[in-house]
């Protein structure tokens, strides 16, 4: 290809990337987000450079010089660095399926998108902490110029895991159980590289070495970087061109399900129907299953850190805190969305009576069943008298009966059809009313729990939860009808809502 | 441009989705590709366009262009791309742009000035209805039947000698499914295009195609030549069996 060819396609590409990331659906129609997850960055940003400078004094005075503790423990923050990943960076396969049928060589598009990723500003993220870091730990060893080699060190270091990411992240892609390889790796490194031979730490001490040469200009580190970084970019380069067809061919690998038809729900009728549809809505819709997955890995994380850790223990505010998350964290991460995958099939539903009344039940009923999973763990706390069994069963009362009730409020509002089977990342979600609802529902439990600790006792806080929760549950009839009928004065909205956004 | 199948196999688990021992498309023809849902239609297209890996045979495209001899095997080389339009479905357009930069975008990745891209815009002017341009819409927003357009458009904007349409005439209102059958009509006569389209409306696809294959289960049941009134008569003829036997 003509040198003029290559920079006319490497620009409009670029272009389009740009165009990509500023025209995201999930900023597209909500303001508020975008301040959000601007507020989100200058926050974490602000965080980094207040952490930077004062990281300097902390290790000030030790056996190691400052940056020799922070770059023997590299392995930290690229582990951080690697699941940060999640939430912001695609594959390049998903992005070039759109230029697939251009003439524009497939080749040229991978090396475009894959030069772009080692280029792309997140990664010179952590800047924010090395650069303050750096310029009070190294120029009076290295001077500025070794300043400057520690940056681009860094920097060199969170390119390499950008690729090494990407590997994963393809593979994952297509086989969930993936994860776990990177995990174990560097749980490995981190075990055997620092913890298993105090005398030899022969990570945290490579590590060391090797920024120090960064500082110093060593031409080997140079030289180490270009020996990782060329066979894991090759890799990915084979890696992507596969990863391509597997993109497009999803909608030709239509795998055969056994279809299970629930029986033991039919004795509930009509909700028992709606029941079996929640079921198989989050067996089987990526999107839906997904929140499912993370909220209940929250929950068991929670109830693990509650059961089994006594670093709480001495913290009132957090028991109480991890106390109630345990309980409302599933729901509020599902419920949020509550209506928004039905907005695929909402005219379907809409001409039947009262569909949508036995949907919300059936929805409540499903909630309330996973609340068996905390109740569960919280007897170990229970156990060790850490809580009394009334706190529990406070909380469980007032997720059931009021954490609900507020949540599924948001069946009457939201209006925005989440895409079943497409990346998180990839549907407009989270308008004003679902962030400040979801932000409530899980603030104000523990604010109500915490003043009512603080102003009477434990047991009167638990008693008032139960009695206010065991009220809320008990007349979830009426809240729910109530629901409905409202939702059936906002049906046209709603419904036009659904549709446009579909 | 002429197109050749040899012995093109591909299965997706125990179902062979398709099995062509030979086929030849002739510069000039259009083809009309029919049969029932599943009977490889588009599968055939991904083939062709290297979208899917064939499990044996392959696909060749050769002819004439710029008063060159070309000729390529489409899953070994990409050059076909430079004279070759498809559009299969709405999933391969860049759909956060709005529809006039990514006319734009094929514009200047095909080599085409700002102001011959307005002149071939303009041709699409009846077919477009005044619902694609100027609607400052990204093409993710448009209706089914605009975004349809929007990718039907940009397969047509460089000229292809090889057009490729999988259901062309789906999501489009009547008055835009007349306005499409005139537009490759007046395609192919112009352009001298071969052109490939695949259809379940039997009518149109007979109407603009003069050649119909009739594909089925992965396999060419039958391929006519246009005699329209023998043709009808006959693919009606054979639908109307396929859903005797199934009732």
Known sequence: MEFSRVRLLYQLV???????????????????????????????????????????????????????????????FLIIDFLSRFSMQETPAQNIKQYKLHNIPTGFLLHTFLLRMGLQPYNLFWAFFFVPFGLRAIPQFYGMLGFFGFIIGWWLMYVLNSYWYLLWRTLINRNFHYLAIPLLIYAALAYWGIFYDDENQWLFTGTIRLMRGFCQWNPLCWLIFCLVVVPLYLVNFRLQKVAIYVEIAK?????????????????FGVIGEYLKLELKSTIRNLVVRKQFITGSLCMLML??????????????????????????????????TVMCAEGNYIDGLMVRKETVLSLLKAKYYFQCLMLIVPSLFSLMPIMEGKISWLTALGCLLFTSGAVFPFIFQLAVYNDATIHLNEKLTKTGRDTKVQMLMSGAALFLPMLVMYALVQFFNDEVAAMSMIVIGLLGTVLHPFWLRNIYKRFMERRYANMDGFRNSR | MNLTIEKLTKSFGEKQALNIDHYAIHSGE?????????????????????????????????????????????????????????FVDTGFLIDYLTPE?????????????????????????????????????????????????????????????????????????????????????????EQKATIIVSSHNLTHTLDI?????????????????????????????????????KN
């Open chain 2, 209 to 245: 195609c003069s050649r119909i294959t009739l594909l089925e289960h992965g396999i060419i049941l039958k391929d006519y030549d246009r005699d329209y009134a023998m043709l009808n008569s006959e693919i009606e003829e054979y639908f109307r069996g396929q859903q005797s036997g």
């Open chain 2, 101 to 189: 930069e990514y006319f734009r975008f094929i514009a200047k990745i095909s080599g085409i000035s700002d102001a011959v891209m307005h002149d071939r815009l303009l041709q699409f002017d009846g077919f477009m209805n005044g619902e694609i341009l100027g609607q400052k819409t990204l093409i993710r927003n448009l209706s089914m039947g605009n975004k349809q357009k929007v990718g039907i458009i940009g397969a047509m904007l460089h000229y292809p000698k090889l057009l490729i349409l999988d259901e062309p005439f789906n999501f489009l209102d009547p008055t835009s499914q007349l306005a499409m059958k005139y537009l490759l009509e007046t395609y192919s006569k």
């Open chain 1, 303 to 336: 109830c693990s850190l509650f059961s089994f850790s006594d670093i709480y223990d001495d913290l009132p505010f957090m028991r109480v805190f991890i106390c109630v998350y345990c309980f409302t964290c599933l729901g509020v991460m599902t419920l949020t």
């Open chain 1, 14 to 76: 670029s272009h389009n990337q740009r165009l990509q990331t500023r025209r995201h659906p999930m900023f597209e129609k909500n303001m508020a987000m975008k301040i959000l997850s601007y507020i989100f960055i200058a926050f974490w940003a602000v965080y980094l450079v207040m952490l930077g400078f004062t990281a300097y004094s902390y290790f000030e005075g030790s056996a190691l010089e400052a940056f020799d503790w922070v770059d023997g423990g590299m392995i930290w």
């Open chain 1, 251 to 267: 909608t030709e690998m239509v795998k055969q399900f056994k279809s299970h038809n629930m029986t033991f729900l039919d004795r």
């Open chain 2, 30 to 86: 259009t083809i009309g590709l029919v049969g029932n849902n599943g009977a490889g239609k588009t599968t055939l297209f991904r083939i062709i366009l290297d979208l899917l890996h064939a499990d044996t045979g392959c696909v060749t495209i050769d002819g004439v262009v710029d008063g060159q001899p070309v000729s390529c095997d489409t899953s070994k080389s990409e050059a076909w791309k430079a004279y070759t339009g498809a």
